[in-house]
DNA sequence: CCAATATCTCTAATTACGTCA
DNA sequence: TTTGACGTAATTAGAGATATT
């Protein structure tokens, strides 16, 4: 699976310094600012300029007690707060199961709670949050600079939204879903039209060689007048369907696709394992999609090959 | 040191709400 | 006004990693 990305991502950014003021200062041990910190406070301090235009009042009043609610460290060194109210069960000791601490969270008993959650209903039914164009836009400026956060940048960026961190986490989640899923229909499409231009390439080629046979059928009397030599046999490679002559002197094929021992560029070793011919490799895919292990690192392209 | 347990985060699949044509 | 499609927030289940006991 993924490995855990928090200490490469790690901000270290202070939740100390969230000022009232909304602005969200960052610092690392070097006093250097990261550059998501850095895309954090800009994309949120445009954004929020005018969002706090509107809800200043309303904003600081959540984020106070966001705050209040809201220090990760408190809970020791090692583990993250998800949320605020996971910290505050074990912080006190509850004994309660991971199930019941989300049930609390979905709740919001104890938690944070957003304009929208406080006008939904409280009889536990599903009321779906729409974000603010604002909130949206900074989301999305931070996925572009890191399509994950660690537990410090979560607990920031849904303080300076008014979110909380679940919701924080649940629009990353889903955002790269969205991400994979739109990849995924590149990749796709992408097939689609290599399937058809290899199909396009098949009837040519066959065409070709029927040509070439019919060829050899009119000049028997060449063919004749070496009748040992068997040179001019043709031969299909099963694998490309290439048409090669074969050298039957030594009883040998021309050989389509030299045996492993061939150099290393000869051959390339595709995602699944098998060996695709040199000759063959005009299916970029097979190659250079190795190097995509993981979707994190596929980036949303369309690939300019017609 | 090792096993069991707890907790966290992730992905994938699914559900359900809000919007719009 | 109703309805179906669509986008997306939220939920659920399960797996892997890591810390704690």
Redesign the pocket.
């Known amino acids: 699976?993924?490995?855990?990305?928090?200490s490469s991502l790690d901000l270290g950014l202070s939740l100390g310094g969230l000022t009232s003021q909304g602005s969200l200062s960052s610092s690392t041990t070097s006093g250097a600012i990261s550059p998501w910190a850095a895309a954090l406070t800009s994309v949120v301090g445009d954004v929020m300029a005018r969002r706090d235009a509107h809800a200043h009042a309303h904003a600081q009043h959540q984020h106070a007690a966001a705050a209040a609610m809201m220090d990760p460290d408190h809970r020791?060194a090692?583990?993250?707060?998800?949320s605020p109210d996971?910290?505050a069960a074990?912080s006190s000791g509850d004994?309660s199961?991971?199930?019941d601490?989300?049930?609390l969270e979905?709740t919001g008993s104890g938690g944070v709670r957003s304009d929208e959650e406080d006008g939904a209903d409280g009889a536990g039914?599903?009321?779906?949050?729409?974000?603010s164009k604002d909130q949206?836009a900074v989301l999305e400026e931070c996925f572009k600079t890191h399509s994950?956060?660690n537990?410090k940048q979560?607990v920031a960026l849904a303080n300076r939204l008014g979110l909380r961190p679940?919701?924080v986490?649940?629009?990353?989640?889903?955002?790269?879903?969205?991400t994979?899923l739109k990849q995924t229909e590149v990749d796709c499409e992408y097939l689609k039209r290599w399937c058809e231009r290899l199909a396009d390439e098949n009837k040519r080629l066959e065409k070709e060689l029927a040509d070439l046979r019919a060829l050899k059928a009119a000049a028997p009397s060449s063919a004749a007048a070496q009748p040992a030599s068997p040179a001019a046999t043709l031969t299909m490679c099963p694998s490309c369907r290439r048409v090669a002559a074969a050298n039957h002197q030594h009883q040998k094929q021309q050989q389509c696709h030299p045996k492993s021992n061939a150099s290393p560029a000869a051959a390339a070793v595709t995602a699944a394992g098998s060996v695709v011919p040199s000759h063959c490799q005009f299916f970029p895919a097979a190659v250079d999609r190795t190097a995509q292990s993981s979707?994190?690192a596929a980036p949303l392209v369309t690939r300019e090959l017609f």
């Open positions: 699976m993924m490995p855990h990305q928090s020791g090692m583990r993250a707060s998800t996971s910290a074990l004994s199961s991971k199930r601490r989300e049930l979905r039914g599903r009321k779906k949050l729409r974000l949206a994950t956060l537990p979560k679940r919701q986490e649940v629009w990353f989640q889903n955002r790269r879903a969205r994979k979707w994190n």
